[in-house]
């Protein structure tokens, strides 16, 4: 699988929402909130075509690139990574630390029942 870097993963997550984007397009996005030069974005999406995380083809007047990566991989490697460098891969001990820190809204509470109850439901429908 892939590994991105932060300033990767923002462009990816660009590229997940709106594909294709040329080079200009990525850094007039960028510019105001991270002052990346059109330079900048050419070494990320070089070293991006390198990783395989995108892919472009050529375009009128300028290369347009797409994700070649589907967004739920690169989520589920990178959530799995940090499981494991962080919490020994132990989501209940992840959790544990966020309810002991009152790191939890209602409404994020609220949406883990829901997400605990289909899976209970999912693995009751697999056996």
Same mark, same amino acid.
């Given at each position: 699988?892939?590994k991105?870097s932060?300033?990767e993963?923002k462009?990816?997550?660009?590229?997940?929402?709106a594909a294709p +984007? !040329?080079?200009?397009?990525i850094t007039?996005?960028? $510019?105001?909130?991270?002052?990346w030069?059109?330079? !900048?974005?050419?070494?990320?999406?070089r070293?991006?075509?390198?990783?395989g995380?995108v892919?472009?083809?050529e375009g009128?007047?300028? $290369?347009?690139?797409?994700p070649?990566?589907? +967004?739920?991989?690169?989520?589920?490697?990178?959530t799995?990574?940090f499981?494991d $460098?962080?919490?020994g891969g132990?989501?209940?001990?992840?959790?544990n630390?966020m309810?002991e820190?009152k790191?939890?809204?209602?409404?994020e509470?609220?949406?883990?029942?829901e997400i605990?109850?289909?899976?209970?439901?999912?693995?009751?429908?697999n056996?």
């Open positions: 699988m892939v991105l932060e300033a993963w462009v990816m997550n660009l590229l997940w929402q +984007q !040329t080079m200009m397009q007039n996005h960028f $510019k105001e909130t991270t002052r030069t059109k330079h !900048t974005v050419m070494t990320f999406l070293r991006m075509e390198e990783k995380a892919r472009h083809v009128g007047r300028a $290369k347009l690139y797409y070649n990566i589907r +967004q739920e991989e690169a989520v589920l490697q990178e799995e990574e499981l $460098k962080v919490f132990r989501m209940g001990l992840m959790l630390t309810v820190k790191a939890l809204s209602k409404e509470i609220s949406e883990m029942y605990l109850r289909r899976a209970e439901e999912e693995n009751r429908n056996m």
